[in-house]
Nanobody, 118 residues
Framework: QVHLVESGGGLVQTGESLRLSCAAS????????VGWFRQGPGKDREFVATITWSEGRAYYADFLKDRLTISRDNAKNTMFLQMEDVVPADTGIYYC???????????WGQGTQVTVSS
């Protein structure tokens, strides 16, 4: 399994940018895809974006893709999520997760709170 630690959350204003980080350790990441999910107040957890570690292929939730960039730094074993033009609906806990190729996500971070004020 992979151990994941998120950082970069906090309070941001509507229209600002946000950058979240996810530091990974443990298993060899080349066999994984690492992604972000989020859970807003009173809502179910939803997929945000993911990236395959070995090839760097990115996939985004359709309703967010215009505002997102996911990337990874192989040397630092760290994955990033850049979100532009945040809105209050982006408020929630953002979780980093990892999955081996062909499997569902089974390693999760503790989450980082993002609050967008209007």
């Amino acid at each position: 399994q992979v151990h994941l630690v998120e950082s970069g959350g906090g309070l941001v204003q509507t229209g600002e940018s946000l950058r979240l980080s996810c530091a990974a350790s443990g298993d060899t990441l080349s066999r994984y895809r690492v992604g972000w999910f989020r859970q807003g107040p009173g809502k179910d957890r939803e997929f945000v974006a993911t990236i395959t570690w070995s090839e760097g292929r990115a996939y985004y939730a359709d309703f967010l893709k215009d505002r997102l960039t996911i990337s990874r730094d192989n040397a630092k074993n760290t994955m990033f999520l850049q979100m532009e033009d945040v809105v209050p609906a982006d408020t929630g806990i953002y979780y980093c997760a990892a999955a081996k190729d062909g499997e569902w996500y089974d390693s999760w971070g503790q989450g980082t709170q993002v609050t967008v004020s209007s």
